[in-house]
């Protein structure tokens, strides 16, 4: 498929949620490249992990679609994968059997769930951990826990809903050059938010800067610092900067 390809297309999506009579979004129209990683940035509270849910089929939709390589998205998919802020893990269960969990309920062979659950545990530095359990490690361990769940079922897209955002600035900045690494290795589709402008720059091949709810299209932004990347040549980068400045002066803008 061609880099141009829409991988997922949200078509004049609206929501409300009728309890507050809130309206999250309207008429919002935005496309995921194949194999592109589009940031989406916004305000806390704009509806950045409603319309992440919405893209999974989690989340109905009051008016327009959301399209996934050609179908309408009602329930979520096999090749789709969701990566929680909170990590989404299941404490009863240890991060073997939590990595494990999507490839047995795709009801794939044991073997192949072995090799797999080895595989990306390896992947993501969790080597050693295998028998633990969730409150038995640090936040950012809980979460390459929760990336190696997401990765194992080799999704093609990856939703992320600020997958960094509860974790200490040290910690995030180890994990999001992990995510660079691993992206590097096999990029797929990724709409990852968060609300921090230097990880949008960081992982983002375009950003889309959304504005306070109902969340609109504020701007587009290509990010024209090249790949491999790690987030210290990223923040070196000539174009930091004004793409940085840039970001701020669209978040701060009042809509109207
Ligand atoms: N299930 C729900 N019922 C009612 N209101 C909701 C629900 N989920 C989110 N909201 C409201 O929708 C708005 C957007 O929420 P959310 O998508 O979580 O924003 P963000 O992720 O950008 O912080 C907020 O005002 C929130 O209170
Ligand atoms: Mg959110």
Redesign the pocket.
Known sequence: MSALVARISVERASKR?S??S?T?FEELDLAVRDREALCIL??????????L?SMHGLVPLDAGRIVIDGAEVRAPRRNVAMVFQHFGLMPWKRVRENVAYGLELAGLPKATVDERVERYIELVGLRGFERSYPNQLSGGMQQRAGLARALAVEPDILLM??PFGSLDALTREILQDELLRIYQLAPRTMVF?T?SIEEAIAMGDRILVLSA?P?RVRELLQVDIPRPRTVAGVIAHPRFIPLRDHCWRLLRERAA
């Open positions: 949620f309890s507050g809130v999250v916004g305000p806390s509270g704009c509806g950045k992990t409603t319309l849910r809903d600020e938010i609300h709810r969340a």
